[in-house]
């Protein structure tokens, strides 16, 4: 079955103190979104991927996915009002059976094997949404105070959230609702069930300068 990576890359970057786009920023000499990019294509060359990026960095999408010489392979589009939005922009462009795999284009650490665990479990479930369980305490604020909470019982979850198309493309023709804070929920508004798998610690979202310097070290003990 056809596989399409909806590479959600719409973020402005305000919480990384920076003009450009986090997703843009160079990481060991490439942009982050090259990493995430690159990943999917080791995972199975026969990607094709949708870029859903700000309207004013079309261009930089561009520009990069040529220096890449895969721009045979992707269609871009802008980014909406919110992660909801932009997930409907991009999926508008997805016109066959596929396995869709809707990936924050931050978490550029992605692997290739969590990729096609996705893929097979997606196929077999219809789903597989990557979390991994809390290392942390965990407490739950209340109207007169705190209190703790079973953290055995939480999972962070992580992307790509993956789905069979038939499950994920009319989950996205609902209305928008302020409790759609990524595509799991808006699978089970559907009254859908959504399938966990277990994801990977090092798959971490970009999002804070301290998250930079993270990704830099994980990549030097890659290589």
């Keep these: 079955m056809k596989k399409i990576a909806l590479i959600t890359a719409g973020g402005k970057g305000n919480r990384m103190g920076t003009e450009i786009p986090k997703q843009f920023l160079l990481l060991n ?3 982050v979104l090259w990493h995430t990019l690159t990943a999917f294509l080791k995972a199975d060359q026969h990607f094709t991927f949708i ?3 700000p309207a004013d960095f079309i261009d930089s999408a561009t520009e990069l996915i040529n220096e890449m010489k895969i721009a045979d392979k992707v269609t871009i589009t802008s980014g909406g009002e919110t992660r909801f939005h932009s997930v409907k922009n991009g999926l508008d462009h997805v016109k066959e059976p596929s396995i869709v795999f809707v990936h924050d284009a931050v978490r550029c650490l ?3 094997d969590l990729i096609n665990r996705c893929f097979e479990q997606a196929i077999q ?16 604020e209340m109207e007169d105070g705190n209190m703790p909470f ?3 019982k939480l999972r962070l979850v992580q992307t790509p959230q993956t789905f069979k198309s038939d499950l994920i493309l009319p989950a996205f023709q609902q209305v928008y609702q302020d409790s759609f804070t990524d595509e799991a929920t808006v699978v089970e508004a559907m009254g859908n069930v959504v399938h966990l798998i277990e994801g990977d610690y090092q798959n971490i979202k970009i999002t804070r300068p301290m998250d930079m310097f993270i990704a ?8």
């Design 29 to 31: 000499h490439k942009p």
């Design 125 to 140: 479930k219809g789903s597989a949404i990557p979390a991994v369980a809390s290392t942390d305490s965990v407490r739950i």
């Design 150 to 152: 079973d953290r055995s």
């Design 110 to 112: 992605i692997q290739p």
């Design 216 to 223: 830099q070290k994980i990549l030097e003990e890659r290589n």
């Design 51 to 53: 870029l859903v990026v």
